[in-house]
């Protein structure tokens, strides 16, 4: 980490986005991750698209569980709500926020151990409940708070710092989710922010749960020749299926696309993404393509990158329970709770 | 766009904008520093290498590194450079001994100087070490030139004079004093060496309007008159005073004028605010002092009741401005001021009634003599100009380069060197890394503004002529000062082999003068950045091509405020910082030079 925190310069040439708000507004505290931590350039993605969509911080959610991705939520958005859970339970924790205020932009940042390992159950349960949230899984396939063990998403065959290979075989979360019947999946790159922001802001606007990998390499344990989620490994293996362009509701999308080149996806909110192909055969509504998309690519060694999966259509946790449109957290007490004869009518209708 | 080549030692001496700046290069980062330790002997010496008044500097420099100064462009204000040279120079200990000493042993060259200011001076400091004997003319009682004859007291004192003028005249300069020269020719036949012209701009430029003459007993010429105030020949002025012009010296006449018993003090601009010829602080302080600057009055005629002066008429301008630039001029009326006296301040020139034409001096049609602008010598070989002789006038601190220019040549010329082989500036780079988090530089950015000098009370600032105005930093102000400075010679230093690309300079600088992206024309890669390179004046630095996507590292040279975070947040040292040293040629240098250092000067 560093001695002293980012200065506030005023310089010349700063904008500031709706709310008058500057890029600055939307940061942390200064990282104590590692120098060149993959990590740190995501929070910069996340603060660049939360600045973007000039969204309000208290308005905010960050989720956390435990590693060095869980760590990150206090890097960014110093003015938003957050809870930093116990490792791999996030999901829970943020099922609860969000039943309670369903107002509330969640963001959850976790990694490959606690979504792949310890959370591999909380993490399969909250793509299939379609929690409104966006899900980012900062994946470097290493456990680098214990200095560096194989992680779940470690490639067969990579190899550790000290140089012995990996022989078990590894989770992939895009592909898991979309089975899982996820609504939103897509893959990026913590070195590519062009990519990366576009779809940070997609998944914030999508309505459920968006699953957004980001290859991060770990620049202390993961990031040497043999490993395959170092940069110099990921950048030559690269493969953007999909362009993504975020484009908001107060946008119009024609003047900047040519139909039939691009398809563009209307969200909940009025806001639209429009995706360019580069693969003209790929279709992302389709779930059986996506699969086999991924393992053929799988099987190159190459890294699939885009918004790979998109269902817009597919009800979230609100829809799918029925819950009143107005956040539980603003109901009066008497109405969350109507008291005991209200109950024993209840109960009476059960018998 | 190329690869910016940092081998050029001018490439990182412009990012050291203040050092840039100044015509003598001082190297001002480096002895705030030096400040900031307390260490003020040692920042008086970095800053005498360079600009040999430290003293006189530190009050009364025109400060063209100010205007250019880096914290200017992040904050309301520039560092105050000027005053903390001041700092240096009052409060370091006794450094006799670390001047330059006159050479054990003479070399058997004689030089002739004519004028003992600033650009004599400074030659005899870069000369007389080296051996030569060097006589200087002058046609004054004292020596020091414009600087003590036409600065006032109240801005600069005898004893600072004294004392820096002292450090080189003591080395043993023979100082002929009450010496005009009124033959060049004469001279010449003398048989010295090498002549240098210090003799500096000093005539007046005369207002020739209806009145002047019979008026003459209350017209005062500036310059002559702040000569004359100096001397104290003149020790009271009229009631009301009106000041002609509203340049430097129009200031000094006017806060002259309050001294000697004035009350009502005008300075007549002709043309509005922001067309003043006058430095912005010399404007404050003059009108702190309640001087009025009456703006937009054109003067027209001298008004004489008895044959004596009783008032100034004017006509009022009207003036269309346009981009900050003059489009169109009316007369819209006319104005009387009433006043006692004149103080004409509209300018002054060089005047060299004393060199013969026919002598192989040349001069063009406005009588100033052909200069080489890089060797200060005139069309006759071993005669040299310097100061606001050679190109008019301007500032102490051009006089100051002049002379050190003008004692490469003479010593070239007198060793039989020819005078264009010039030894290059050099630069040395050092990593300024101490440990993983740690610079040997106080890298904190301090949001502080510029302290604001302390004055003495207008109550008690009229009652002596000498009282100093300008109290000084104290050390609570040295101490926020200091740190304002953004250490500028630290340079960010880029080694495209070893970067991995991972951002994590880009997204911690606060400036955002950081971008990875393709390559491009320079004007099309500015306009591409994370925030927009739009001071064309600043470089923009651009890396040779990245090893892992053939991308370049830009970054925009502006606003960058030498924090260290990108070298601090780097993991493979691809970013480095690293102070930059101006290596200066000076005349012994060159004394030095062997034939294959001049092979390469040429």
Known sequence: ?351 | MKPTDTQNPDYFHKVVDCQWGCPAHTDVPEYIRLIAQGRFSDAYMVNRKSNVFPGILGRVCDRPCEPVCRRGRVDEEPVAICRLKRVAADHKDDIRDRLPQAAPKKNGKRIALIGAGCASLTVCNDLVPLGYDCTVFEALPVPGGLMRSNIPAFRLPVEILDEEIGYITDMGVDLRLNHRIDSMKALLAEGYDAVFVGSGAPKGKELKLPGREAADANIHIGIEWLESIAFGHIDKIGEKVLIIGVGNTAMDCCRSSLRLGAKDVKVMARKPRGFFKASDWELEDAEEENVEIVINHSPKEFLLENGRLVGMKFDVMEYDVENGRITDTRVVGEKIFPCDDVVLAIGQENAFPWIERDIGIEFNQWEEPLVDETTYESTRHGVFFGGDSAFGPKNIIWAVEHGHQAAISIHNYCRGIPITERLPDRMNLASQKMGIHEWSYSNDFDDAARRKMQHVPLVSRFQELTTEVELGFDPEQVAKEVERCLNCDIQTVFFDQLCIECDACIDICPTHCLTITHEGEEADLRSRLKAPAENLEQAIYVSDKLKQTGRIMVKDENVCVHCGLCAERCPTAAWDMQKSLLGISYAKDHDGMTTCQQRKAG
């Open chain 1, 1 to 351: 980490m560093t001695w002293i925190a980012k200065p506030n310069v005023n310089f010349p040439g700063q904008t500031k986005n709706e709310l008058g708000l500057s890029l600055r507004d939307y940061e942390g505290v200064t990282s104590t991750l590692c120098a060149g931590c993959g990590h740190d350039s995501i929070t910069a993605a996340i603060v660049q698209a939360f600045w973007e969509l000039a969204v309000r911080p208290e308005q905010v959610i960050k989720m956390s569980g435990i590693g060095c991705s869980s760590k990150t939520p206090a890097y960014f958005l110093s003015g938003a709500h957050g809870f930093n859970s116990v490792h791999g339970r996030m999901p829970s924790v943020a099922t609860g926020a969000l039943a309670a205020n369903r107002d509330m932009v969640c963001v959850a940042v976790s990694g490959d151990g606690d979504s792949l390992s310890i959370g591999f159950g909380q993490f399969g349960h909250v793509v299939r409940r379609n929690l409104n949230m966006l899900y980012i899984i900062e994946n470097n396939g290493v456990y680098g708070l214990t200095k560096g063990q194989f992680s779940a998403s470690a490639d067969p065959g990579s190899k550790a710092k000290k140089g012995e290979e990996n022989r078990m075989q590894a989770i992939d979360p895009v592909a898991t989710a979309i089975t899982l019947g996820g609504s939103f999946v897509a893959r990026s790159f913590s070195g590519d922010k062009e990519q990366l922001v576009p779809l940070i802001k997609a998944g914030l606007s999508h309505n459920g749960c968006a699953v957004l990998d980001v290859i991060s390499p770990c620049v202390t344990f993961n990031d040497h020749d043999g490993s395959t989620k170092s940069y110099a490994h990921t950048r030559q293996h690269y493969h953007p299926a999909i362009h993504t362009d975020f484009v908001p509701p107060s946008e119009e999308i024609k003047a900047r696309y040519d139909e039939g080149a691009s398809l563009p996806i209307e969200l909940h909110d009025g806001s639209t993404i429009v995706l360019k192909k580069v693969d003209k055969d790929y279709d992302p509504s389709n779930r059986v393509q996506a699969i086999g998309y991924l393992e053929d690519y799988r099987a190159r060694g190459e890294i699939v990158t885009g918004l790979l999966y998109i269902d817009e259509q597919l009800e979230d946790m609100h829809q799918l329970s029925n819950t009143v449109a107005e956040p539980l957290s603003r109901a009066a007490y008497e109405d969350l709770n109507p008291g005991r004869d209200a109950l024993k009518k209840l109960q009476e209708t059960l018998r």
